[in-house]
T-cell receptor, first 113, second 108 residues
Framework: DTAVSQTPKYLVTQMGNDKSIKCEQN?????MYWYKQDSKKFLKIMFS???????INETVPNRFSPKSPDKAHLNLHINSLELGDSAVYFC????????????FGSGTQLSVL | QKEVEQNSGPLSVPEGAIASLNCTYS??????FFWYRQYSGKSPELIMF????GDKEDGRFTAQLNKASQYVSLLIRDSQPSDSATYLC????????FGQGTELSVKP
């Protein structure tokens, strides 16, 4: 009965590889997000989707490509991984756009070697 | 550059004391203010939100907002060791911007 679930929890990979993180929410929320949290705990928005449409696209390298097949799912694909991509990536959802009471997934710890 | 600033801490308080966590923000147009709690190795969890100047109380937590001073705070009364976590202030103008968090340690 997990509200926002993301997989995998841990991802260890080599530089240059391509990887994906999946996220699903069963809360019936309209808006989903990807956040990146660096080693200093600084949490920064990457993307926001409202009902499958891209709303926020921060200054993120175009190696990062989100995809939302429906409003309950938001996946993140990362091409040509770099050392600096190592971080914890959180998926989140909120009931409607502009309502920033976020429900976070458990996070994906990405380590690029 | 719109910013949200918090003291990174760690803030150490004895059990039963009041913990006071502070946050300042730069965007005067900000409308909504949030406090998230993040235990080590876990995801952030919303614990308080406030929209209007003044105080908002929920159990042992009180959020205080002063828009003129661009200042928001979180008070935790009767602090417990289980309150030990990082507290993230988040401010919404056009988008939600997080501070770097304050690490709180409550000593038994």
């Amino acid at each position: 009965d997990t509200a926002v679930s993301q997989t995998p929890k841990y991802l260890v990979t080599q530089m240059g590889n391509d990887k994906s993180i999946k996220c699903e929410q069963n809360l019936g929320h309209d808006t989903m997000y990807w956040y990146k949290q660096d080693s200093k705990k600084f949490l920064k928005i990457m993307f926001s989707y409202n009902n499958k449409e891209l709303i926020i696209n921060e200054t993120v390298p175009n190696r990062f490509s989100p995809k939302s097949p429906d409003k309950a799912h938001l996946n993140l694909h990362i091409n040509s991984l770099e050392l600096g991509d190592s971080a914890v990536y959180f998926c989140a959802s909120s009931q409607v756009q502009g309502d920033e009471k976020l429900f976070f997934g458990s996070g994906t710890q990405l380590s690029v070697l | 550059q719109k910013e949200v600033e918090q003291n990174s801490g760690p803030l150490s308080v004895p059990e039963g004391a009041i913990a006071s966590l502070n946050c300042t923000y730069s965007d005067r147009g900000s409308q909504s203010f949030f406090w998230y709690r993040q235990y080590s190795g876990k995801s952030p969890e919303l614990i308080m939100f406030i929209y209007s100047n003044g105080d908002k109380e929920d159990g042992r937590f009180t959020a205080q907002l002063n828009k003129a001073s661009q200042y928001v705070s979180l008070l935790i009364r009767d602090s417990q060791p289980s309150d030990s976590a990082t507290y993230l202030c988040a401010v919404q103008g056009g988008k939600l911007i997080f501070g770097q968090g304050t690490e709180l340690s409550v000593k038994p």
